[in-house]
C-alpha cells in the first residue's frame, strides 16, 4: 500500500479559486468571495464519543476584490451528502468568539473552525459543501470508518 510521503497536523484542502466577479441576469457584477473547507482528518475512526471531539471543519474566506463584501451570514448553509444540515445556523449564531463583522474589507479573510464530530458518528464517505448567497464552495469528501 502505497503512502502519502507527508503527514499534515492539519489536511486542509484549498478548493475553489472562484472568479472575484460574475455577471447576474440584470448585467451588474456581484462580488464573489473566494472559499475554501477543509478537515483535520481525511479518514476518521469512530472509537468512542471523545473521538469525535478531534474532529473540525475549517471554514476560509478570502475577499480578494476591490471593494467590501456583505457576508450576509444569515445565507450560509452547510450541506452534507446534498442534505442541508438544520444546526449550521444555530452553530455559527452561538459562536464564543462573538464574530459581529457583516462585512469583509478587501484583502482582509476569514478562518474559523468548528468541533463538528456529532454531526459525523455513521460510517461512511462524506460531501460537503459550504455556500451562501454569493459563494459555493467545491465540495470535500471524507470517510468515517468503525
Given at each position: 500500500m502505497k503512502y502519502w510521503p507527508y503527514r499534515p497536523s492539519w489536511a486542509l484542502v484549498l478548493l475553489l479559486?472562484?472568479?472575484?466577479?460574475a455577471a447576474t441576469q440584470s448585467g451588474q457584477s456581484v462580488q464573489r468571495p473566494w472559499v475554501a473547507i477543509g478537515v483535520n482528518k481525511l479518514?476518521?475512526?469512530?472509537?468512542?464519543?471523545?473521538?469525535?471531539?478531534?474532529?473540525?471543519?475549517?471554514?476560509?474566506?478570502?475577499?480578494?476584490?476591490?471593494?467590501?463584501?456583505?457576508?450576509?451570514?444569515?445565507?450560509?448553509?452547510?450541506?452534507?451528502?446534498?442534505?442541508?444540515?438544520?444546526?449550521?445556523?444555530?452553530?455559527?449564531a452561538n459562536d464564543p468568539k462573538g464574530r459581529g463583522d457583516e462585512s469583509l474589507p478587501p484583502g482582509e479573510y476569514l478562518n474559523f473552525s468548528y468541533a463538528l464530530g456529532d454531526w459525523f458518528k455513521k460510517a461512511g464517505t462524506y460531501k460537503v459543501?459550504?455556500?451562501?448567497?454569493?459563494?459555493?464552495?467545491?465540495?470535500?469528501?471524507?470517510?468515517?470508518?468503525h
Open positions: 479559486p472562484m472568479s472575484a466577479l479518514v476518521s475512526r469512530f472509537i468512542d464519543e471523545n473521538h469525535l471531539k478531534e474532529f473540525n471543519l475549517q471554514f476560509v474566506m478570502f475577499n480578494d476584490n476591490k471593494e467590501t463584501i456583505h457576508l450576509n451570514r444569515a445565507s450560509w448553509r452547510l450541506i452534507i451528502n446534498g442534505k442541508d444540515h438544520p444546526n449550521f445556523q444555530w452553530v455559527l459543501v459550504w455556500k451562501g448567497d454569493n459563494f459555493k464552495s467545491a465540495p470535500i469528501y471524507f470517510r468515517v470508518l
